[in-house]
């Protein structure tokens, strides 16, 4: 079973509720937490699990022999991220820009292109007891998200029970990150820019096709407009965490919320045994 846990907009709360399952069923199952937020993975601020496995990812980008190249163009029409040029007789190409598709060599009427690895990140991997924690982390500077996200996933054990931390947001990251999971449980914050953000990243998962369900994050510090778009929009809210000092305490210090106020344990306990329900009528229904 694997639950991505998505934000449509950073700071809402969204690895403080993944970490939290996480840790409230490992000692009955073995899981993994799979940190997709690759711009910025914090899940392991809180595990503190010893990364002791490493890869680089690689994206492969064009390398063209000018010496084979008759300069005919069709590398630059097939490439939809115009990645490649070519301009009189001479073909460029922005390694920036390449996703790596592969359309352009392939095509290339000549042979003229061969391919080459560009870092763009690396996967990291560490474990403890039942618990897996695989974290991708972007290079520097690099924008192409999507490639370490898929590295990651790859590391998916379809035996185990698999928990996404999604990047924040609404763009390819969060889609990489989402598609092909059971259920995705959207974390918000009941504001004006909550709710705004929310009903973005629930358009993005019914493209998908994925059932979801809603945590409210911080209770207390705005209306009521987010229930009520729940409500209106029959999306069930599958938990309510208030807005409390010592919650926030525990998250700077880097202690995991179950750890620090374990009655918790309990809550994440049952959002579990819902998100299964949830799964298992959809699957009904299909
Ligand atoms: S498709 Fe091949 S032969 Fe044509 S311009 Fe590109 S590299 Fe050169
Ligand atoms: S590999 Fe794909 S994205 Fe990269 S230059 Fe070639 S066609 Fe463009």
Redesign the pocket.
């Known amino acids: 079973m694997v639950i991505s846990v998505a934000s449509g907009k950073g700071g809402t709360g969204k690895t403080l509720v993944a970490t939290s399952l996480v840790l409230s069923l490992n000692d009955n199952y073995k899981i993994q937490l799979l940190d997709c937020d690759v711009e910025e993975p914090n899940a392991n601020i809180l595990l503190h699990l010893a990364l002791n496995q490493s890869q680089q990812v690689y994206v492969?980008?064009?390398k063209v022999d000018e010496a084979k190249c008759n300069y005919c163009g069709k590398?630059a029409e097939?490439?939809?991220?115009n990645?490649?040029a070519v301009i009189k007789e001479k073909v460029l190409?922005f390694p920036e820009?390449?996703?790596?598709?592969?359309?352009?060599?392939y095509l290339c009427p000549e042979s003229a292109i061969t391919?080459e690895g560009r870092e763009v990140g690396i996967v990291e991997r560490g474990n403890s007891g039942n618990l897996e924690l695989v974290q991708g982390r972007l290079a520097i500077g690099e924008a192409m998200a999507p490639p370490v996200i898929r590295e990651v996933k790859k590391y998916i054990d379809p035996a185990d029970i698999v928990i996404i931390d999604v990047p924040p947001g609404t763009s390819c990251p969060v889609v990489e990150a989402v598609e092909g999971t059971d259920f995705c449980l959207l974390v918000t914050e009941p504001t004006p820019f909550g709710l705004n953000d929310l009903s973005l990243a629930v358009e993005v998962v019914r493209k998908l096709g994925i059932p979801c369900g809603v945590v409210i994050n911080r209770v207390g510090i705005g209306g009521e407009e987010v229930e009520r778009y729940c409500h209106r929009e029959g999306i069930p809210i599958l938990l309510r965490i208030p807005l409390d000092r010592n919650i926030a305490m525990l998250y700077s210090r880097g202690t995991p919320l179950i750890e620090g106020m374990p009655r918790w344990r309990e809550e994440f306990l049952k959002l579990f045994q819902d998100i299964k329900n949830i799964i298992a009528a959809s699957r009904v229904a299909t």
């Open positions: 492969p980008i064009p590398c097939v490439c939809a991220y990645a490649i190409v820009l390449c996703h790596g598709c592969g359309a352009c060599s391919e």
